[in-house]
C-alpha cells in the first residue's frame, strides 16, 4: 500500500506498529455522519474491525459502518477471531455528505 495509506482503528498505536502506516482513531460519538465526518477529514483509506473487547467499537464505529455501508468494503475477513479489515471509499463518503449541512471542505 501506499506510504499515503491512513488506518482508522480502535488502537491507532497497534495499527502503526504492525502495518507501519499512518493511523487514527474514529470519533467517540453515537452521531454516525460524525464519526464519518471525521473519517474523511482524517483521510482514512481502511477500517480495522476487531474483538479487542473495547465497547467503544460497538457504540460508535459498527453503528456509523452499518448506517453507511455502501461506503465500505469488506477486504479481509477472519469471522473466527470477528476481525474485519475494510476499505472506505473517502470520495463517495465526502461526495454523499457535501450536501448536507455542514458540507465537507
Avoid at 502503526?16 to 453515537?30: D, E, I, P, R, V
Avoid at 457504540?59 to 472506505?88: C, G
Amino acid at each position: 500500500a501506499p506510504d499515503t495509506v491512513v488506518v482508522c482503528s480502535r488502537k491507532p498505536q497497534m495499527s502503526y506498529f504492525y502495518s507501519g502506516k499512518t493511523s487514527c482513531n474514529y470519533l467517540f460519538s453515537s452521531d454516525t455522519e460524525a464519526v464519518i465526518r471525521k473519517m474523511i477529514s482524517d483521510k482514512v483509506d481502511y477500517v480495522i474491525i476487531d474483538a479487542l473487547g473495547f465497547s467503544s467499537t460497538r457504540l460508535y464505529l459498527i453503528p456509523a459502518i452499518s448506517e453507511y455501508i455502501n461506503l465500505f468494503e469488506v477486504l479481509i475477513a477472519k469471522d473466527e477471531t470477528a476481525t474485519y479489515l475494510l476499505h472506505f471509499r473517502r470520495d463517495a463518503a465526502a461526495q454523499l455528505l457535501s450536501g448536507k449541512d455542514g458540507g465537507i471542505e
